[in-house]
Each structure stands twice: as C-alpha cells, then as structure tokens.
C-alpha cells in the first residue's frame, strides 16, 4: 500500500532547489517556526483555509450555509465568495499518485541533470510519505531539502536513499536557534554530523539574517563545524528576503520578525573559502 501525505503545492522549472531544472513538492507540516520564514502555509500539518485576492467586501455570503462537503470542515462556503477570494492549502495525496503526475517529465527533467526535490515545511514531519517517495521516484535524481531537525533514524533512512540533501544550518548557538525558531540546535547539529559521515553528497544552505546569524563568529564556527565534512558540495547564503512576511495574513497569521528587517546581511564568504569550503550567495 502507497503511504499518503498532504503537500501544500508543486513547482515545476525550478532552478533554485538542487542542480538542472527541477519539480519540487512541498511537504505540509514544520516543527520549526523560524522568524523569516517565507512559506507560512507550510506550518500547519494539515489542509486549511486561505485567502488571497482582492479585500474582502464583507458580503457575509461565505458564512451561508452550505452543501458543499469540502467546505464544512472549514465553517466557510469556498465557492460563493464574488472575488475568488477563498481555498484551500493543502491535500492528501499517496506516493504512486505524485509519482505518476512527476514522472510524466522526467525525460525533460534528466535531460537537464534536473530531478525531484522534496521541500516543505519540513519533508522529515511525513516520515512514511517522505521514505515511500523517495523509493518510488526512482531512478529521477531526488534530493531533500531539510532543518534536520528529526529523529537521528528518521533521518539516517533518508540520507541512505536520498541522491541529494540540501540542509539548513541557521544559527550555532543553541540560545539564538531556540529564540529564533521556537526549537534548540543539538539534534540538529548530530544529524548534520551524521549527514557529514556519510556517502551522500549535500549542500548546506545559510539563511542570512541580519543581526541574527550574519556575524562572523558565528559564520566561522559554522565553517570549523563543516571543514571535516566527506561529501559537502558547498555552502550556499540565502540573503533574508524582505518579501517573507507577504502569506501570512492568507493563512490567518500575522509575520512579526524578531529582528531588524531593513538592515542589510553579511554574506561574506571568507570563513568559508579560509576552510577550503566553496561557497556562493543566491
């Protein structure tokens, strides 16, 4: 039997998750609740209510009662709304389902070097779906974007079948990752160090957030961290990205960052091209 997981959406020609041009599938569901995240919608493990569009008119026709069996859960009619203004984020689908929909271009996809990414949210919360489409996907290259913030087997299972990780490293300081992302930075770093250990070849990508992780100190003792790594492809920076906090209101959430969002990041790559270590800035 198939595992079944909820995704919020899937891209297709990307060139930003991994190498050749890509279709990344985003996961629904993160443990993280990072500051300067710009996918609000992949929080929530399950479907919710969205909207977007034009304001709302206040007509109170979606508080109607209605017929419509996808719409009770949400206490809302999704279909009456003049502007187009409600749906939904999210959706159960099972492995083979995706895997169909995805391979239909995969002679494209290999003719780039391209694959599959799997995103999220965070791919290591749907650990049946994450492993099960990992299998399925095959032989398209795929890789994982991921926290690494799971499990230590969790995570060892998806390193051993995944072609490619892409791993985040936001802050060295335990104090400053819990403040910053509601969650501690150990087990993080342990699965890091296992991902360093092991065959699979992986990116790590540095969110660049000015006055959080930006300084030098913690830009070298994340190189010093990384110098002994087997199979590191590079580092990329990520400039934090003043568009982050557009989603939140169509998801029924307010974007309050805990830092100075008009300063300008560091994305000096000297601590890590002292280390040998090749890095670039998206």
Sequence with gaps: MMAKGVIFDIKEMSIHDGPGVRTTIFFKGCPLRCSWCHNPEGFSPVPQLKQSGPPCTECGKCYDPCAHDDCSMYGRCLHICPLGRLSVSGYEIDSFDIS????????????????????????????KFLIDLLSVMKPLHVAVETSAYSDEDIFREMVERADLVIADI???????HRRYTGVGNGQILSN???????????????????????????????????????????????????????????????YTPAFDTAAKPNTDCTPFSKQGIPCTVL
């Design 192 to 254: 890091l160090s296992v991902l360093m250990r092991s065959e699979c070849p992986f990116i790590i990508r540095i969110p660049v957030i000015p006055r959080v992780n930006d300084d030098m100190e913690n830009l070298t003792k994340t190189a010093d961290f990384l110098k002994a790594a087997k199979n590191l492809i590079g580092v990329e920076l990520m400039p934090y990205n003043v568009l982050a906090g557009a989603k939140y209101s169509a998801v029924g959430m307010k």
């Design 170 to 176: 936001k802050h060295m300081n335990d104090t400053v």
């Design 100 to 127: 169909e929909k995805v391979k239909r271009q995969a002679a494209f996809l290999n003719s780039t070097g391209g694959g599959i990414t799997i995103s999220g949210g965070e791919p290591l919360m749907q650990p």
